[in-house]
């Protein structure tokens, strides 16, 4: 007996002691990894680093508890969105604790600094030192969802201000993370104008990996500079040709759909030439490729001649069931809306093709072209029926 009193006390001072003996009243866990610290120390990485911005801490902090999906925090969680509204994070103003943020273990809390020096950063850009380090996180970076808003802030540094360009170049070139690379290209001629043309055009027609292929082809749409614009315009021509339906597609889209200096209005003739000739062969398989025929039917600039014959190309992807279902019905929606004689068309389909997208397609747009008529018959029927109960005595 007088064992057990020493043994029970000691027992009871040493859990007290891990803080197993009893609740706090905590919500919950702290976020995992270098978050969960309570206060800086001098050694500290990351979140955690001595002089960050404590109210941006602070912020960053509770968007940590935000929900956490594939492409990293739900965007319209209210704490997340205080984060990226914030005007402690505007202009730059916190650009040295978010690229803090880069250095932490925790990915979370690097997606977080990538995310909002990608969207709010500026001194980054120029500053050598900040570039440098967030350069270095970026070679190293495993994570494919951090990589994916990393890649765009490695982007967005300013090579000549630098002199970080052949490394940037090179994760452009061999980063092991597609992410890292498909982001990266997306940005970095737009930041970096004509000194990169060629070097993203090259990865453009070159690289191994379709996806980073598109990504690099699509990167002139808002990174071409004004006196490059009909090379741009040439270059996608000539990738409608390309043996990867992803590539060729995009292609076709952003010849149809490029906006600056009226177009690519020297590109429209040939690439309906281009479209028409794959629809007959059976060979459409993108959706982008049908959308083209839809933004240069909508084109300002494009000629009645051009309208007429983009609706006859888009008639002919519907007809030839070869072409893959989708941009089947991707183009259906341009004979629907601009067609006078769809309606037997989109009857057709609906009762008798074979691709289920299509017949659904169809069916559909057959739906939505009936709406207006019914609701027009239905108004008056309503008024009437107002009228029959206002002269009831």
Known sequence: MNMVRPITLATITLLAGLGLGCSKGSSGPEPAGSAATPEAKPDAKGIEAAGNDAAVVELAKKALGCNWGAYGFDSRCPEMKALTESELVRDGKADATLVNFLEDPNEHVRWLGSRILSQRGKAFRTDKALAERIVVVAEGEKSKTVAQELGGVVGGIKHADTGLGDRIKKMAKEHAVQQMRTSLLARMLFSNGETLYDFVKDIATNDKDTIVRKAAMSAFWTGT????????????????????????????????????????????DPLLDKIEKRAKEGTVKSTQMSSALFYLHRHAGSSDAQKKRALVVARAIVENKANVGMARGRALELVAEKDPDAKKLLEKLQQEDTDVFVKRRAKDLVDKASKPADDKAKAPAAEKAKGSEAKKP
């Open 225 to 268: 500079p004004p006196n490059r614009a009909a090379d741009s315009c040439k270059m996608w021509l000539a990738f409608v040709d390309d043996p990867a339906d992803d590539v060729s597609g995009e292609a076709a889209y952003l010849t149809a759909f490029y906006p600056q200096g009226g177009g690519c209005k020297a590109e429209w």
